[in-house]
């Protein structure tokens, strides 16, 4: 098992910025990709962006170039920073991890609580 700890959330005009945290404890051997997910009221959960264990990243395109995600090896923490925000990207948003013990195996997966984000004048 592993055990997501987000931080960040809150409250930001249009245009402004956050930055969320994930901190990832427990069972955090071989985790492979981390993620970001989000979801608005009356809305699917979506993939907002992921980072592999090589640093690899990927993005929705309704965030891709004003989101950036990161990750820190030795905090075990992996970021996503948000710039120019919109009212549109109000929303929970969740932390997510995958682990696997060999390469293209069975893998599991863990979610944080979520933290709100929310864009408003």
């Known amino acids: 098992q592993v055990q997501l700890v987000e931080s960040g959330g809150g409250l930001v005009q249009p245009g402004g910025s956050l930055r969320l945290s994930c901190a990832a404890s427990g069972n955090i051997a071989n985790i492979y990709v981390m993620g970001w997910y989000r979801q608005a009221p009356g809305k699917q959960r979506e993939l907002v962006a992921t980072?592999?264990?090589?640093?690899?990243?990927t993005y929705s395109d309704s965030v891709k170039g004003r989101f950036t995600i990161s990750r820190d090896n030795a905090k075990n923490t992996v970021y996503l920073q948000m710039n120019s925000l919109k009212p549109e990207d109000t929303a929970v948003y969740y932390c997510?991890?995958?682990?696997?013990?060999?390469?293209?195996?069975?893998?599991?997966?863990?979610w944080g609580q979520g933290t709100q984000v929310t864009v408003s004048s």
């Open positions: 997510n991890a995958k682990k696997r013990t060999y390469s293209s195996g069975p893998y599991t997966q863990d």
């Open positions: 980072i592999t264990s090589s640093s690899i990243t």
